[in-house]
């Protein structure tokens, strides 16, 4: 049956508002019939249509349309149903880039760690006694279920779970790190606010360089822990100015920087002004590597808004577990935090198979963590250091060994080169001569030099197999040289010439260049950086950049 083509005048309606084009609205203007609308019964039916009358008459004689009149209106027809087509393809397929594997929000978990809650394995993460489960089901209250795994860390238990690449050797293995990033996966398809933790004793080791996988293009507020952990003296005005310089060097979308303790709470109440700020009714996602206190955080966070929120104080009463186990969180938490829209999520730690927590046993992985403020371990003990009353012994030569995780030989260095140690008190430094380091290494492993801490760890430990030759150029010697961050450890600042300078040392030696070798184990990363302004030193040497006022609106600002 011919159909009688429209003339283009009929689609102006559609295409004077686009948005509300569809492949279905078209083809009920291009055919009636296909309309919801009753059938027209078979007796008013028009008659068949031969192909003369198949072109609507706008007139006759003289005003009747011409051939090429009739042509123009087909092709146009035919580029406005082209162009519906199109734009209804296009939106399918922003359809499908917007499903990402975002976690069920129908499951059950514990809102201590994040886990889907079971009955059946008793050791794994997220089981609860199929009495209490049922109990909490019939009264709707599986969301206040904490799992049992959760109530033994919470009583000072070391229960690692995760594994694979980036997880924890020794301990039980129920989930791989592989798959908690997965979890992640969906944030960079969805509109959210990021709020990213980085670890200052662990700046570089704990940053996420790769943030942008999982964050997008969303804005991300820049959240830098621990800060009470810092050298007493430390000014943080200096600390400040150094993080936003390393963190713009990263180009990311970081709409502001906090200094922050979640023990001492320092910070905290411009963070939750930050985010009140920012979050415009989206849902606020806590991301950073595993164990840098994004449980602290979070409970540091409610605590300060539930004095004024009572939603914030009744989601106190279920906050996330917080422990000094790495990947205590293993899926996200969600917390209704927030008057007006929007939740805040726990999510669980990224675990990178770069940091030194990867490569230790799961027992030892509590020396890794400092506990109270960091206090440097220099070397060469000075003159007035030694009970002797020796002069100072120079490095060159000397080997330095950090505990049995790190060691550093000097090849060749200034006679005043001094080396600064800031990392976990548990670790202790050891200086041997380079000619007898092996040995040196091989009989104290596991005595002296820990951790591995005890002989069956010493048996199964893969060796410091890595060596990085730096050549370390200096400018100045009025300042350090340089930071040697070590990944999930901590940090050793190298100054040129170390102790108080006199005029003639700095006139005599103000450029030139360090060697050392650092050995660590196979995947633990070593960075160099700029020296961070820690202690009452740090703010007579650390200068502060100068700037154009373009480059200082686009900088972000920092707060503490």
């Excluded at 713009?248 to 023990?263: E, F, P, Q």
Aim: charged residues 20%; proline residues 7%.
């Amino acid at each position: 049956m011919a159909t009688t083509p429209l003339p283009f005048s009929s689609f102006l309606p559609l295409l004077s508002h686009p948005h509300k084009l569809s492949f279905r609205s078209l083809s009920k203007t291009l055919d009636p019939a296909l309309s919801p609308c009753r059938p027209t019964p078979i007796c008013c039916r028009a008659s068949p249509q031969t192909p003369e009358d198949s072109v609507e008459t706008k007139g006759t004689g003289a005003v009747a349309p011409t051939r090429g009149d009739v042509y123009l209106e087909r092709q146009q027809a035919t580029s406005a149903t082209a162009f519906v087509l199109e734009k209804d393809n296009q939106d399918k397929s922003r359809r499908k880039r917007r499903v990402g594997a975002k976690f069920p929000n129908n499951v059950a978990c514990c809102y201590g760690c994040g886990a889907p809650l079971q009955t059946a394995e008793i050791d794994a993460p997220g089981y609860v006694i199929a009495e209490t489960y049922e109990l909490k089901k019939r009264h709707h209250q599986l969301r206040t279920v904490l799992c049992g795994r959760c109530k033994l860390l919470s009583h000072g238990h070391m229960v690692t779970a995760v594994g694979g690449h980036g997880g924890y050797p020794g301990g039980k293995q129920f989930i791989s790190a592989e798959e908690l990033r997965d979890k992640l996966s969906h944030l960079r398809h969805e509109k959210v606010l990021i709020v990213k933790l980085v670890d200052i004793v662990d700046f570089n080791g704990s940053f996420l360089a790769r943030i942008r996988d999982l964050a997008g293009a969303n804005p991300i507020i820049l959240v830098i822990t621990k800060v009470d952990l810092l050298p007493r003296g430390t000014d943080l005005n200096c600390i400040g100015d150094w993080v936003v310089e390393a963190t713009t060097k990263k180009k990311l979308n970081v709409v502001s920087v906090h200094l922050t303790s979640s023990k001492s709470l320092v910070g905290i109440t411009g963070v939750i002004s930050e985010i009140q700020k920012e979050k415009k009714g989206r849902d606020v996602y806590i991301l950073g590597a595993a164990n840098v206190g994004k449980s602290a955080f979070i409970n540091a966070l409610l605590k300060l808004m539930a004095k004024r929120d009572p939603i914030a104080a009744a989601a106190r009463k279920y906050k996330p577990m917080q422990s000094a186990v790495p990947g205590t969180t293993l899926g996200p938490i969600q917390i209704e935090a927030f008057q007006g829209g929007g939740n805040l999520f726990d999510t669980p730690g990224v675990h990178l198979h770069h940091r030194q927590a990867a490569v230790v046993h799961s027992d030892d992985l509590p020396s890794l963590a400092p506990q109270s403020r960091l206090k440097g371990q220099s070397f060469p003990i000075t003159s007035n250091e030694t009970a002797t009353g020796q002069e100072t012994v120079g490095l060159n030569g000397y080997s330095l060994f950090w505990g049995g995780l790190v060691r550093i030989d000097v090849i060749k260095v200034l006679p005043k080169t001094r080396l600064i140690f800031y990392g976990p008190k548990k670790l202790k430094v050891h200086m041997v001569s380079t000619v007898v380091a092996d040995e040196f290494y091989n009989e104290q492993l596991g005595i002296t030099l820990t951790p591995p801490t005890d002989r069956e760890k010493t048996e199964s430990w893969i060796g410091l197999q890595i060596v990085k030759q730096l050549n370390i150029k200096f400018e100045d010697t009025r300042r350090p040289a340089c930071d040697i961050a070590i990944s999930g450890l901590g940090w050793i600042v190298v100054e040129p010439i170390g102790g108080t300078y006199t005029p003639h040392e700095t006139d005599s030696e103000q450029a030139g260049e360090l060697h050392l070798a650092v050995h660590v184990p196979k995947p633990v990363e070593v960075f160099l950086r700029p020296p961070m302004p820690v202690g009452k030193a740090g703010e007579e040497w650390y200068q502060y950049q100068d700037l154009t006022e373009k480059e200082e609106e686009l900088r972000p600002k920092w707060f503490y």
